[in-house]
Each structure stands twice: as C-alpha cells, then as structure tokens.
C-alpha cells in the first residue's frame, strides 16, 4: 500500500493508505481490529464487508472529490453494490467522520517527518 497520505474532511485529519495491488484491494480491513487508518480504493465504485471484525465507515466520492454516497457504520457481511458516477471509495474507522453528502474531501501527501 502507498503510504504517507492524509484524509481530511472539516477539521478532522486521518491516515490514508492507497490499496494498489489486487491482494491490498480484495483484504482491505478484513480480519483487522482497532482500525486506526483509512484505505482508499481508486477506480472502486462497490465493496464488501465480508470477514470484517468491527463496523466502518464507507465514502464513495466522484472524480471531483464530491462525496456522493456514505455509508455510516457499516457492519460485517455487506454488500454495496456499484454506484454510478463514483470515482473511488474510502473506508475509514466507523463514526470517525461527520459526513456530509455533497460536501468534498481531500486527499493530500504529507511527509512523515
């Protein structure tokens, strides 16, 4: 996974990690506890939360950034099937933003310095 980038939506900042290869992007947060970070999924316009230990929050954003689905605290063993116009999906820790629709988010480097 790519590291060294943030989430940040209002006043609120998060790791982000970028799920590149096909392992990354089928085991997201599967099997993981006490997540702490955020995935993002480029070209991903549906997920699952099969094998999940504890809920999450799902963002499905346009290629604007435009947040256009949110799922909050999503429980283990769900289907979300494919969304027109989603350009790509964010999995973050369950309740850990106050999202709104049709507001944007932003995805930036930084350095871990």
């Known amino acids: 996974m790519v590291k060294n980038m943030k989430l940040i939506y209002q006043d609120k900042t998060i790791n982000l990690e970028d799920a590149i290869t096909f392992r990354e992007r089928l085991i997201g947060f599967m099997f993981q506890k006490n997540i702490k970070k955020a995935i993002l999924f480029k070209h991903c316009n549906s997920i699952h939360t099969f094998f ?6 799902v963002i499905m954003c346009d290629k604007n950034n435009n947040i256009i689905y949110y799922y909050k605290n999503l429980s283990p063993n769900k289907v979300i099937l494919p969304k027109k116009k989603v350009s790509f999906t964010i999995e973050t820790p369950a309740n850990y933003f106050d999202v709104k629709l049709d507001t944007k988010i932003t995805i930036s480097s930084y350095d871990p310095k």
């Open 52 to 57: 999940m230990k504890e809920n999450i929050d």
